[in-house]
């Protein structure tokens, strides 16, 4: 196997590696940024490609209209043991 794909390869597991952890610890700045990023692709004039790569970048919506900021797990609490 060639160096380049070595470190291609090891380049990809970091970047899925960091995208995980940073879901996992701050998913309200993980949405802030998705739609940062997804915002401006959508706008009127953009070609239909643009639009398309929009909806796969933004974040789901929400029921609560982002009240809480959080992990969007807005379903009641378990029972404590």
Same mark, same amino acid.
């Given at each position: =196997?060639?160096?380049? @794909?070595?470190?291609?390869?090891?380049?990809?597991?970091? @970047?899925?590696? @960091?995208? =995980?952890? @940073?879901?996992?610890?701050?998913?309200?700045?993980?949405?802030?940024?998705?739609?940062?990023?997804?915002?401006?692709?959508?706008?009127?004039?953009?070609?239909?490609? =643009?639009?398309?790569?929009?909806?796969?970048?933004?974040?789901?919506?929400?029921?609560?209209?982002?009240?809480?900021?959080?992990?969007?797990?807005?379903?009641?609490?378990?029972?404590?043991?």
């Amino acid at each position: =196997m060639p160096l380049w @794909l070595q470190y291609v390869i090891v380049g990809l597991v970091v @970047l899925l590696a @960091l995208w =995980m952890f @940073l879901r996992r610890q701050f998913p309200g700045t993980v949405r802030r940024v998705r739609i940062a990023i997804a915002a401006p692709l959508v706008r009127d004039g953009r070609p239909a490609w =643009m639009r398309r790569v929009a909806r796969v970048v933004a974040p789901p919506a929400s029921g609560n209209g982002g009240a809480c900021g959080g992990c969007d797990n807005c379903g009641p609490e378990p029972p404590r043991r």
